[in-house]
């Protein structure tokens, strides 16, 4: 289970990374955030976005028709 959930349902890119750089900011190194998305760019975004970043990528997966990350922050 994450430390903070982010709801990006709905949203279309840039906004679900807007949002998950927001929040990864807001968490203490070492605690998570998920990001869930339909927006199918983020499955492309959000790997390069993190790996960019150095914040690691410990789970992505999809779920009825929603996108799930899960990122560490660094």
């Not at 349902?9 to 807001?26: D, E, F, H, V, Y």
């Not at 203490?28 to 976005?49: N, R």
Request: glycine content about 6%.
């Amino acid at each position: 289970m994450a430390d903070t959930v982010v709801d990006a349902r709905g949203l279309q890119c840039p906004m679900p990374i807007i949002k998950l750089s927001q929040a990864i900011t807001a968490v203490a190194p070492g605690q998570t955030v998920e990001l869930i998305s339909t927006d199918k760019g983020s499955c492309t975004d959000v790997p390069a976005w993190a790996a960019d970043m150095g914040h690691p990528l410990k789970e992505q997966f999809e779920m009825d028709g929603e996108f799930h990350f899960v990122i560490e922050r660094a």
